[in-house]
């Protein structure tokens, strides 16, 4: 192994792991794997992202008089009567049905022949290769297993092998938390059973009842087949496998389940499951599958790479790496480059073209009960799993957001029309595999958000902004036309003439209402939903323009979009996040929903309502930089807008903190990572290893804004720390169709460009700014200095 490749491609550890959140992921968008890399008694723990409880159903029943309260809240509102909006709202709630809950499919357990102490042992996740390996010396012979699932093959794989023959012994089960049965023979052992009907919180329904007339859950089945070199292999009917003696090993495991879409109700038996599964082990050549796999994975790990010299720091093993860090207040920029790349390898791992979209896990939950359900959060979550994407060259991942986005709208119409009585569609901060768009059963400062699916579409303009492709742009019209029909309706006209949201919430936060202090979350017009409105709004006028689109509605967005409140400024400076300026109940809060128009989205710029782009720079100075483990993900990208690349790295530093595992229990205090590098929210929620991946990008190059006359501006080294005096980064992209890679060392840089489409674009470079027209295909070298 190139001393390289550990530094910014490698996780490896002297030990096994202890906990879940200590083991490592794999994963192909579908299966997922956490492998706990024990020599004697391996775990290795799985998901398919289609296991969920629950079934498809109308869940409207649930809120029967909701428009009541909606428009009774908005009557409190007028007369600035916060408490009691607040509990009319939280009333109507209440009353509500819970997401589903992302299941675990089970583990392998193999209890493997250990002839003598354990010596060399060495735990690792290559990132280029997408393998997790367990590798040690035991009686004088080295034995390694790799793991890792195919893309192609859409198998798990666990290789084993040793340098002597005959070495290799070991018992292999499936064991589940599930219901159903075991079996095996031959060379094939299974579990074949079913998800539960419901299951949330400490509740669990897995039996048929007179509530769920029909089938139970969602059955699957998992088969594990070996295939032994020398040796012998015998399976038991109760599934247990017994591999004596070979020379190499090569077990294959196939998950499926029978779901097959969001309005489908699953079978009644484990027959279509079995038969999926079954057909996945069919002329499985073991010879060829790392070859496949690793052919179908390098074409997109490979697009783009981020290096930095190699210090001595980085021979270490990844906690003690982490632990230096801290210990020095200082980070070493290849552990940065390894968290880069540990976010694309896990979008890559839990996000593929058919397969679900990653949810708050990602694919990989141990627990029946996961905190928040591992579900679909869209007020922040979920959307910013996905903002790495298309700057670190992996566009191709975001089908799966793309997808569930459009069959979240087909039940978001029926939402939209009886909770708020509304044309278009919507959808509040919750869903999962059956699509939800319904609110929460819980109060209003979680659960009050119908703008979630808007935040979620602007991911749609994004691919449209970085590839130019108008075919797609048309296939997402008739979204972005319903979310606009929906905000036009739910539009409140004030006395004064000007347009506002209400009710509306900046989620899951409060404020201090003037006159008892109460604690309250319900306003009218917070910043979140003002600034989602007003870019939808313009997003979709630019879509019609692009498209060349007579849209009707354009003409009453010309003139709402006038009178379309702004967020305000407080006395301080900064930009308030409610309709007034109210106390903060919680200054430090972990969510940043009102400085949504600087990130993600880029409604505030310098060119752009400058003063609240500056008044959202007061605001996020005034929040700490010590949160939760993707709120600091979001600070760090934050700071990067404001081309502060000191202040993001001090975010940085902050999620680097080490976190010991709290076994799933949720606190949404002390965030950091843990030693495997998951973010630790705590617990695990895989969002903020993607925001850091996104935030590291953009210190890079920058494309969201435009200059006054309408030009891409290109910024190049934006927010570049001063410690990073030398590297490279490969593949990056910007809007407009650029992809570049980029030098620098000492006080000098090079960007080699090329231009996918053309354009005319405006650069921004540490030494100049200059514009240039650029072909389609056309390169461009830029060289300087970076002093100025």
């Known amino acids: 192994m190139k001393k390289q490749n550990i530094a910014q491609h490698f996780l490896h550890y002297d030990r096994p792991a202890d906990f879940w959140e200590e083991a490592l992921p794999v994963g192909n968008g579908r299966i997922g794997g956490m492998v706990y890399g024990e020599p004697g008694s391996e775990i290795i723990a799985l998901n398919e992202d289609t296991l969920w409880s629950g079934l498809p159903g109308n869940e409207l029943e649930y809120y029967d008089g909701f428009l009541d309260s909606v428009r009774e809240t908005r ?73 890792f699932v195919s893309y192609p093959a859409q198998v798990m794989v666990i290789h084993f092998r040793a340098d002597a023959p005959g070495m290799i012994t070991f018992r292999a089960q499936l064991k589940t938390l599930m219901a159903g049965t075991h079996g095996g023979e031959k060379d094939t052992i299974w579990f074949s059973g079913h998800c539960p009907l419901a299951c949330r919180y400490n509740y669990a329904l897995t039996q048929w009842s007179e509530r769920f007339r029909g089938p139970g859950g969602i059955n699957f089945s998992m088969r594990l087949k070996a295939y032994a070199q020398g040796g012998s292999v015998a399976v038991s009917p109760n599934g247990l496998m017994r591999v004596t003696g070979a020379d190499e090993v090569t077990l294959v495991l196939a998950l499926r389940s029978d779901f097959r879409n969001f309005q489908t109700p699953p079978e009644k038996e484990c027959a ?46 990844t906690v003690e790496r982490i632990r230096h860090c801290e210990a020095a207040k200082k980070i070493s920029p290849n552990l940065i480059a390894l968290l880069y790349h540990f976010g694309r390898y896990l979008l890559i791992a839990s996000s593929r073209p058919g397969t679900q979209p990653a949810n708050l896990q990602g694919i ?92 979620l579409l602007r991911q749609f303009y994004e691919h449209y902004l970085y590839s130019g492709d108008k075919i797609f742009l048309k296939k997402c019209y008739d979204l972005y036309q319903g979310a606009a029909r929906f905000i ?78 702004l967020p305000g400024i407080g006395r301080h400076g900064q930009l308030l996040e409610y309709d007034d300026e109210f106390e903060e109940a ?57 081309f502060d690349g000191e202040h993001a790295m001090r975010c940085m530093s902050a999620f680097l903190h080490l976190v010991e595992s709290n076994h799933g229990i949720a606190t949404c205090e002390g965030g950091g990572i843990y030693q495997n590098l998951f973010c630790a929210h705590p617990p695990f929620q895989i969002d903020g290893n993607f925001g850091a991946c996104a935030a590291i990008a953009e210190m890079f190059v920058q494309s969201q804004r435009k200059t006054a006359d309408g030009k891409r501006l290109i910024h190049l080294f934006p927010a570049l720390p001063r410690q ?23 006080d000098t840089y090079e960007a080699d460009i090329v231009s996918g489409r053309g354009g005319t674009f405006a650069f921004c470079t540490p030494d100049r700014e200059f514009e240039k027209i650029l072909q389609p295909g056309e390169c461009l070298k830029i060289t300087g200095r970076r002093s100025g």
């Open 75 to 147: 009557r409190f509102l007028a007369e600035r009567d916060y408490v009691r909006a607040d509990r009319s709202l939280t009333a109507a709630m209440l009353k509500g049905k819970d997401s589903e809950s992302y299941m675990p499919a089970g583990e392998i357990n193999l209890h493997c022949d250990v002839p003598g102490k354990i010596e060399d042992y060495r735990r690792s996740l290559d990132l280029e290769n997408a393998v997790a390996g367990t590798e040690y010396r035991c009686g004088g012979i080295k034995f390694r297993r790799e793991v």
């Open 272 to 317: 279509l499951a079995e038969a999926l599964a079954q057909k996945d082990l069919e002329g499985i050549n073991t010879a060829a599958l790392f070859s496949e796999h690793q052919k179908d994975y390098q074409a997109l790990y490979n697009r783009s790479r981020l290096a930095f010299p190699v210090t001595g720091d980085d021979e270490l093993c």
């Open 364 to 455: 990989w939950n141990n627990m029946l009960m996961a905190p928040w359900a591992s579900n679909y959060t869209t007020n922040i979550n979920t959307e910013m799993n996905y903002w790495p994407a298309e700057a670190a060259s992996l566009a191709e991942c975001v089908e799966p957001l793309y997808r569930f986005v459009r069959e979240c709208a087909v039940n978001g119409m029926k939402t939209a029309e009886k909770l708020y009585g509304c044309r278009g569609w919507c959808m509040h901060h919750n869903s999962d595999l059956w699509r939800k768009t319904t609110p929460a059963a819980c109060i209003a400062q979680c659960s009050a958000f119908p703008f979630a699916g808007f935040w």
């Open 488 to 565: 036009l309706d739910f539009l409140q006209k004030e006395e004064d003439g000007t347009c506002t949201i209400s009710p509306s919430t900046s989620p899951e936060n409060g404020f201090l209402e003037p006159s008892e202090k109460h604690f309250c979350c319900v306003s009218a017009g917070s910043a979140v939903d003002l600034t989602i409105a007003r870019e939808l709004f313009e997003t979709f006028r630019e879509i019609a323009a692009e498209l060349q689109i007579s849209e009707p509605m354009i003409e009453e967005i010309e003139g709402v979009l006038p009178r379309l409140r």
């Open 586 to 642: 919680l200054p430090d809060h972990r969510h940043l929903s009102h400085l949504y128009g600087v990130c993600p989205g880029a409604v505030f710029t310098p060119e752009q309502h400058k003063e609240l782009y500056e008044a959202g720079r007061v605001s996020l100075a005034h929040r700490s930089d010590f949160s939760t483990g993707w709120a600091m993900a979001w600070r760090t990208i934050l700071w990067t807008r404001y």
């Open 724 to 746: 990073w005096q030398a590297g490279s980064i490969t593949g990056l992209c910007t809007r407009g169709g650029l992809t570049m890679e980029l030098h620098w060392a000492d």
